[in-house]
């Protein structure tokens, strides 16, 4: 027996991007583990990484190219050969393509992380096909942008640093869940003395492990953070040199935060005046007494109208206290921002050659399927490529995206493992290698590590990385130019810009070898100030938010769908409606592996008892939610978990797994966020019922 040790990436979709070490006998993945001397992975993977290959050698692996023999969404195919499958969409391509490229739209988001197997060769592909560009927003883009305006871009607070801290506030994050590694940190801080305070209208696994929660009603977190700033003008909380030299426009925030007293504050977040205030204290105080006081923001604040500008108030905080002076204080977003890519280079937009392109936006989808053609929109869709996504799950007002893939009229290609929702509706449906199965090379959101992926086995069945198909049909197309032949090694060495101060040291050859390498990077990011921004200081006050038309200071954008905001949905629909990650899955990702679903049961709702209460529900029963948009049902869970008038639904389950086909996207908008273009999965009222079997 041969047995070999391959160092490889988690490709998912979260923050902790653990470095692998997989075992291999006889080239078979015999175990996936963390590597013990990767210092963010520390050897421990979460549980649903653990089980990497159960999910590489599920039975249900997609192992042949296929073909539509039933109706859309039925799941009914019948196997066909890789050159069948290839001329067929080639044929269809062409034939849109000479009418109008732009009704040819490629669907992908994270299903990988990787820069490789996520856009390299795909892009480069639809670029020369003039195809429709897709925003890519469904997760990240409202945050990102908030801070951008801020800060300058996606840099904070190195992860490695937070065990130091004397003070964490984890404001709209689950890491218990979501980011693992991160939690390590938080718990190794509280070891050391650290208070830990969670800001989440939901009592989460992180929630109910942190000193102090303070459960706001959804939406609200700007106004918080707004309060918090008056708080700590009043009571001179501030780092007076700081803000001198390092900030713009505090005379003007001062202006905005004294309208926001603790009072208005706690009615606004449906708290207590003593919250606000010591909220305000504790973070100030352990500033001021030199302390690192950090604050951890995540994706739950940013899943509202006013998302983006949510993000923006909490990252004016620590600027104002001096925070960013302790390499463990200050406060982290996303680490993405750090990596010098090189993206252009593997994506090619310049083979666009000044063509047009419109864009559709990822979070739309439901509405944009079922577009005619029309001026403003462009041509209708015809084609959609789906890759690394599953938006017939994961996209927001599911009844449309439902719809809109069940038209007879548009002609749908799915690259996948599974057989998920989407590929229901696929015309061909092509079987895609896993993270086991091919080269990769990956960034983080959560550390400062450029990651290397080795294939470990060779592909199962006739599976073909994602960069190999858009090779094929690129030949097919008559794309003739050499760069459409690179390797996926070819492709990686490209991947990062080594002009750039933080990654000259990159090398493929030895980053494939060693596995992971961090990034040249300070400790402390902004102890001297030298922000990204148009100014170079943390920007309280943006003329370019002035400029894009929105309010240049901090500001509280209430909620869609809120009873303060819209009394009249408010009655009809009286709850508040969240749905975040499950912990024992990935987004969609996982729902199929026997073991993790087991471990999540089945769709459960959380719900107050007052709330349950007053509709005639008990712990146990099946309940229906529903608003205008759909319905869907989930077990309940009756507890006080959900502060009263919010119901939560942890997510993102395979509506064929659900118990009735259905998931919680029934019920929530295609709604954008103030900035970013993205979704507002939390932005959602909806009532609720007994749900007689
Ligand atoms: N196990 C697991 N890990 C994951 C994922 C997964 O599906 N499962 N998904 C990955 C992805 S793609 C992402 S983007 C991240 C997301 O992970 P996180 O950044 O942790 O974000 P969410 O889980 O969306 O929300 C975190 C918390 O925010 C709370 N929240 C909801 N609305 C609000 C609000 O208005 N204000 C505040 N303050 N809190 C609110 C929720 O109750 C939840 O407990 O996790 C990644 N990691
Ligand atoms: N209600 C609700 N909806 C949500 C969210 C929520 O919190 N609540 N979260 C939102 C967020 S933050 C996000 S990021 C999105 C995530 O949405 P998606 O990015 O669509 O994530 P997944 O559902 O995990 O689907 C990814 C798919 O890619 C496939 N895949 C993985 N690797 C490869 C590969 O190498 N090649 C190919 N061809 N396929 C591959 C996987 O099998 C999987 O089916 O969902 C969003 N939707
Ligand atoms: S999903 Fe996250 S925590 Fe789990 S192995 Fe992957 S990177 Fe690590
Ligand atoms: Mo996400």
Request: net charge negative.
């Amino acid at each position: 027996m041969t047995t070999t040790q391959v160092r490889a990436t988690c490709p998912h979709d979260c923050p902790d991007t653990c470095a692998l070490l997989i075992t291999v006998e006889d080239g078979v993945a015999t175990e996936v583990k963390g590597d013990p001397d990767h210092p963010t992975t520390a050897g421990v993977l979460c549980t649903k990484v653990a089980r990497y290959a159960e999910r590489t050698y599920h039975v249900e692996r997609l192992l042949h190219p296929m073909k539509r023999v039933g109706k859309k969404g039925e799941g009914k195919f019948e196997r066909i050969s890789w050159d069948e499958a290839l001329d067929t969409i080639a044929a269809r391509l062409k034939d849109i393509a000479a009418r109008d490229p732009q009704a040819i739209l490629p669907y992908s988001y994270c299903g990988t992380m990787g820069m490789v197997q996520g856009e390299s060769m795909s892009l480069r592909f639809f670029h020369q096909l003039g195809a429709s560009l897709l925003d890519r927003t469904i997760c990240a883009s409202a945050g990102s942008t908030g801070y951008k305006y801020t800060i300058g871009g996606s840099i904070g607070t190195d992860m490695e640093q937070f065990q130091d801290a004397k003070l964490i506030i984890i404001w709209g994050g689950n890491p218990i869940a979501s980011n693992l590694h991160f939690w390590t940190r938080a718990q190794e801080a509280k070891r050391r003395g650290a208070k830990l305070i969670a800001i989440d209208p939901y009592r989460s696994l992180t929630a109910d492990k942190c000193h102090q929660h303070i459960a706001l009603l959804p939406g609200t977190d700007s106004a918080l953070a707004l309060g918090v700033m008056h708080v700590l003008i009043r009571e001179n909380l501030l780092d007076h040199d700081y803000i001198a030299q390092h900030t713009l426009g505090f005379e003007q925030l001062k202006g905005r935060a004294a309208e926001w007293t603790p009072e208005r504050t706690a009615e606004t977040c449906g708290i207590t005046v003593d919250e606000v205030v010591n909220l305000a204290r504790e973070y100030g105080q352990a500033a001021a007494r030199g302390d690192a006081a950090a604050i951890r923001v995540n994706y739950g604040v940013q899943r509202v109208r006013g998302g983006g500008m949510a993000v923006r108030a909490i990252a004016c905080l620590p600027a104002l206290v001096g925070a960013w002076r302790h390499p463990a204080g200050g406060i982290q977003l996303s680490s993405s921002g750090t990596f010098p890519t090189n993206k252009p280079a593997l994506q090619r937009p310049d083979l666009l050659n000044g063509r047009p392109a419109r864009t559709i936006n990822m979070t739309t989808i439901g509405d944009d399927l079922l577009k005619d053609s029309s001026p403003e929109f462009g041509p209708k869709v015809e084609a959609v490529i789906v890759y690394n996504a599953n938006p017939v799950a994961i996209a927001p007002d599911s009844g449309k995206v439902m719809r809109g893939f069940a038209r007879d009229d548009l002609f749908t290609v799915v690259m996948e493992h599974f057989q998920t929702d989407t590929a229901d509706y696929a015309d061909i449906l092509l079987p895609a290698t896993t993270q086991l199965e091919h080269v990769d090379t990956h960034t983080s959101y959560g550390h400062l590590y450029m990651m290397a992926n080795n294939a470990a086995i060779a592909p199962m069945g006739e599976a073909r990385a994602n960069t190999e198909v858009f090779r094929l049909l690129a030949a097919r197309m008559g794309f003739d130019d050499p760069i459409f032949r690179e390797t996926d090694d070819e492709l990686a060495a490209q991947a990062y810009d080594k002009s750039h101060p933080r990654a000259m040291h990159f090398d493929w050859e030895s980053l494939k070898r060693t596995g992971w390498q961090k990034l040249n990077v300070p400790a402390a990011p902004f102890a001297e100030g030298g922000f990204m921004t148009p100014s170079g200081k943390c920007e309280f006050y943006s003329s370019a938010m002035l400029a894009d038309g929105l309010d240049p200071l901090p500001a509280y954008i209430p909620p869609y769908e809120s009873i303060a905001s819209n009394p009249q949905l408010g009655a009809k629909y009286p709850l508040a409606m969240i749905s975040p990650p499950a912990r024992n899955f990935l987004n969609s990702s996982f729902v199929n592996v026997k073991s993790l679903r087991s471990a999540e049961g089945e769709p459960h709702l959380d719900i107050h008892p007052l709330d349950a209460a007053a509709r005639g529900i008990l712990d146990g029963d099946m309940a229906r939610i529903f608003n205008d948009r759909g319905t869907f049902v989930a077990r309940a869970r009756v507890t006080d978990k959900a502060r009263q008038g919010l119901v939560v639904g942890l997510s993102v389950w395979w509506k064929k797994l659900a118990t009735d086909g259905k998931n919680a996207n029934e019920v929530t908008s295609q709604r954008l966020t103030d900035m970013g273009r993205a979704p507002t999965f939390y932005d959602t009222l909806v009532e609720v019922e007994k749900h007689a079997a």
